[in-house]
Structures are given as C-alpha cells and as structure tokens.
C-alpha cells in the first residue's frame, strides 16, 4: 500500500458530554417530588397534632403549608385537591382567596344556592 493511502488513525469515540439543562431539569423533578411528600407528611402529621394542642393552634399552619406545598409542587396532588373541592364545595369557601390563588393561581368560584 502507498503511503498516500494509509487510513487515519483511529480516535476514540466518547459520548457527548451531558448538557447542564437536561441534568437541572432532573434535579428540579426530584425536589419538587420531595417537595409534594412533604406536604402530603405535613397535612397527615397536621390533623393529629391539631388535636394534641387544641388551645394553640399549630396543626393548622402546618395543613395550610401542606396544602400549598402539595398543590404547588405535584399534578396528582393538585387534581386531588380539586376533586376535593368540586366534591365538597363548603372547603373552597372556607378557603382564603390569598391561598386559592397561591395554590390554584385561579380566584374562589362563587357558589349560588
């Protein structure tokens, strides 16, 4: 063979570096999971520690920072959350409209009788 013709080299052949987008984008999906448990822990751990300390009133804090963290960080939690207020209309008109629009991003539905 002359020497004109010899093949090249070989190289070795890596795969592509990761992009950061697709290794952020993962991170966000594993906190907002951890995020949505942990308000589902809150609003269980809530209804029990209201009961325990019935003068102070701690249990309700934590059900409404369970419910925002819930309903902010997972789809199924908030599709659960809204049947639960399609089903009982009563807790969407308990419910503050500062909290409606933090965890809906929609205004309270006004209910006619």
């Not at 004109?4 to 592509?16: N, V």
């Not at 589902?40 to 209804?47: E, K, M, N, S, Y």
Request: glycine fraction near 8%; aromatic fraction near 8%; hydrophobic fraction near 50%.
């Amino acid at each position: 063979m002359p020497d004109d013709q010899t093949p090249p080299p070989p190289t070795a052949t890596f795969a592509p570096p990761m992009r950061i987008h697709v290794l952020r984008q993962g991170v966000n999906v594993a906190v907002r999971q951890v995020l949505a448990l942990t308000g589902l822990v809150l609003i269980v751990l809530a209804v029990p520690v209201g009961f325990a300390t019935p003068f102070i009133p701690v249990g309700l804090p934590m059900g409404i920072v369970g419910v925002v963290l819930l309903g902010r960080n997972a789809v199924w939690g908030r599709r659960w959350m809204e049947n639960m207020l399609v089903r009982y209309p009563r807790l969407e008109r308990m419910a503050p409209n500062w909290l409606m629009m933090r965890v809906f991003g929609r205004e309270k539905r006004s209910f006619t009788e």
